[in-house]
């Protein structure tokens, strides 16, 4: 075969789309795909390779391939592990050293991938600076294995059709299946992770690689250059850079179409791809592929994909801002480069082996002093950082704040409480104004919906919020799920002390989803989207939540996911619109149905006005649509509607009056750690503020 560089040069593409995904740019979120392209590189150019040695030498050295992937994978690696540990050791936060104590054993047995299925660490809104390993993993494992299978295959299969068409079908068995798992309605986040981590379902590509190069082997013909229709090798490869390109920057990592077919588009696309820019006759994608600046990118493909990612970490360089993202690139091509020269290539081409023989040879007769003093010092440079990092604590980035004690307010305070809540319950009923897409109909919609909303409950908010005392005291301590988006996550994990004794309360959350299992946010500030399709059964999850802590009253907890505008197949429903308020609407009452049907009763807690704030570590940046206290206004009318409707079954709970007229407290980070989920002290604040509400509920 020799040395391709036009399938370098496809490495190249591969991996710029990767950082570009890495960078956070929205027209670029599909760029995780450029991994698929690797895995059918890596399928076709190994096969190709054992193929080769099998004619020159009659068999494959298994220990030699295993050696020459060792020299070629590990150097880099250790490299990359090392300095990530030593920085979060040095400047890392508790985040990035718990996440790193998690995923540093199985990065370094390449289980990556793995790691993040079985011990619950999403990839996605991932930020451990070992997150990108998983693919790695994949290959890696099928170095260790696809060898063994081939000695097996070629052993019992004379026939190199035969061969290929065994792979064929056992890599479009590996889709089919990933179809089918995609298609349960129960496609939770874990289900969504696994998909996309396993080395199972990732396979296909691998697979249809290694079984193209038994067939595929043009550069054996001395007269394959001379082919007529040359023509229609590029025009097919022309096609497959189009079909990447639109998946590149169409597509979104969680939506489930990646599972039903556009992952197996990516992959024949590559396939493809491969197949002709390693034919001799192709004139325009071959020698476009093999252009030597873009091939010596290739080359340097491995290392700049290891360090990019925690170098993006450590710059903060993913949130779609080019100046940081040309700081971590500017960082990573240095490293990567210096990796490469110094490390990579000298290891990759024996210099240790060399360098070992020369010592252990020559006149000196130090060999066995020298190589003691070497394992010293990798253990030396290695020990402390085991040691520190089987110390840390695992961190939970929503869990944290100031210690807060939670004491029941007695009766008089209670009233003093309503008294106040009463003069600021009413939400104004201004329209929402600079909602991005909306046209002015929708706009003008909106402003009739709120004033329409606004007066129709003003009777009935003094009945909906506080529900009448029971005629018996509730028996405490009253057992309670919260369930809801992100924010019930953050409220159900930090509980103040104290707070055991009046309610027994169990988590709910389905974190990025609220009420909804279609459609894509859609914010002003554009580098940020978010589907819901990975979010369907999250209603199942509430009531499982609740029956399984024998919960018989559930606070809901959303809003964060509910002040945006959303695209639903391709079409824009804009905030506050009458579709928009009916999506919200119905999405909600399948949730209330749901639990209420379970004999739970519903307890809506006010949405709070939230003040955003770009935090380190957060998953989400600061989104202005959240900031906007109108559209929180409208979504606390429309829980208030609801509540009005089923006063028997569905309460409205007022939260804290200060996330919305006291800005010392509501813009306090120590309250809520990024201006919208809370830390202890705000829990202690919602809880201290509901609490009677929540007991006066008749059950």
């Known amino acids: 075969m020799g040395y391709q560089p036009s399938l370098d040069g496809v490495r190249a593409v591969s991996v710029i789309a990767v950082l570009l995904y890495h960078g956070g740019f929205s027209w670029m979120h599909g760029g995780f795909f450029g991994v698929e392209v690797f895995f059918v590189v890596s399928g076709f150019l190994i096969t190709s390779l054992l193929l080769d040695e099998r004619e020159k030498t009659g068999g494959v050295s298994l220990g030699q391939f295993w050696l020459r992937r060792a020299r070629r994978l590990l150097p880099a690696l250790v490299l990359v592990l090392v300095a990530t540990g030593v920085y979060a050791t040095l400047w890392g936060d508790a985040q990035m050293q718990s996440d790193l104590r998690r995923d540093f054993p199985w990065a370094i047995f390449y289980a990556a991938n793995w790691g993040q299925i079985v011990g619950g660490a999403q990839y996605f809104g991932n930020l451990s600076p070992l997150r990108h390993l998983w693919s790695l993993a994949v290959e890696e494992q099928w170095y260790l294995l696809w060898p063994l ?10 026939r190199a059709r035969v061969r290929a068409g065994l792979l064929l079908t ?35 590509g691998l697979l249809l690689g290694a079984g193209a190069a038994f067939v595929w082997r043009p550069w ?89 990612w925690p170098v993006s970490v450590a710059c903060e360089a993913y949130t779609g801002s080019w100046s940081r993202f040309g ?29 070992f023989a020369v010592r252990r040879l020559g006149p000196s007769g130090h060999w066995h002093v020298i190589t003691t003093a070497g394992a010293i010092t990798v253990i030396a440079l290695l020990a402390p950082l085991a040691v520190f990092f089987s110390r840390v604590e695992h961190v939970d980035p929503a869990a944290g704040g100031a210690e807060a004690v939670f004491v029941l307010p007695a009766a008089g305070d209670v009233a003093a409480a309503d008294a106040a809540l009463a003069e600021t319950v009413a939400p104004p009923t201004t329209a929402v104004t600079g909602v991005a897409g909306a046209t002015e109909s929708s706009a003008a919609a909106s402003e009739s919906t709120l004033a329409t909303t606004a007066g129709a409950l003003a009777t009935e908010i003094a009945t909906t919020t506080v529900p009448a005392p029971p005629v018996t005291a509730p028996v405490l301590p009253r057992r309670m799920v919260v369930v809801g988006d992100s924010m019930a996550h953050s409220l159900a994990i930090n509980l103040p002390d104290g707070i055991e004794s009046t ?29 819901f399709a990975n979010c369907e059964g999250w209603s199942d999850r509430w009531v499982e939540a609740a029956v399984d802590s024998q919960s018989n009253l559930a606070l809901v907890v ?56 770009d935090v380190k570590g957060a998953g989400v940046p600061a989104l202005p649509e959240r900031g906007d206290d109108a559209r929180v206004s409208h979504l606390n009318d429309l829980l208030r509607q609801v509540a009005a409707e089923q006063p028997g079954s569905v309460s409205f709970v007022p939260g804290p009056v200060q996330w919305c007229t006291d800005e010392a407290i509501a813009t306090d980070l120590g309250y809520r750690w990024d201006g919208v989920h809370v830390y202890k002290p705000g829990a202690n604040l919602i809880y201290t503020t509901i609490a009677q509400s929540l007991l006066d509920i008749p059950l």
């Open 149 to 158: 299978l081939f000695l097996g295959l070629t052993t019992v299969f004379t």
């Open 220 to 308: 054996r013909n001395r007269r394959a250059g001379e082919i007529r229709a040359w023509w229609l090798l590029d025009v097919i490869a022309v096609a497959a850079v189009g079909v990447l390109g639109w998946q590149f920057v169409d597509s979104l990592l969680t939506d489930r179409s990646i599972y039903r077919w556009q992952l197996a588009t990516v992959t024949v696309a590559s396939l493809a791809l491969v197949l002709v820019v390693v034919h001799p006759a192709s004139r325009l994608a071959r020698p476009v592929f093999a252009f030597r600046p873009v091939a010596e990118i290739g080359k340097r493909s491995y290392g700049l994909y290891l360090w990019s």
């Open 170 to 204: 056992v890599a479009v068995g590996v889709m089919v299946l990933t179809w089918w798992m995609a298609r349960d309605p129960q496609l939770t986040d874990d289900r969504v992770n696994f998909l996309y981590l396993s080395t199972l379902t990732r396979s296909s």
């Open 327 to 355: 700081v971590a690139m500017g960082i990573t091509v240095v490293l990567s480069e210096l990796s490469y020269r110094f490390v990579e290539t000298p290891i990759r081409r024996g210099a240790l082996g060399r360098w």
């Open 503 to 531: 309610f027994a309360i169990e988590n709910g959350s389905v974190e990025g989803c609220s009420v909804y299992d279609t459609g894509d946010v859609r914010s002003q500030r554009s580098s940020f989207s978010r589907s």
């Open 558 to 613: 959303i809003g964060a996911w509910d002040v945006f505008d959303v695209d639903v197949d391709g079409r824009r429903i804009p905030f506050a619109s009458l579709e928009g308020d009916a999506r919200f609407l119905a999405g909600l009452q399948q949730g209330i149905d749901a639990l209420v049907e379970n004999g739970v009763h519903v307890a809506l807690l006010e949405v709070a006005c939230m003040r955003p704030a």
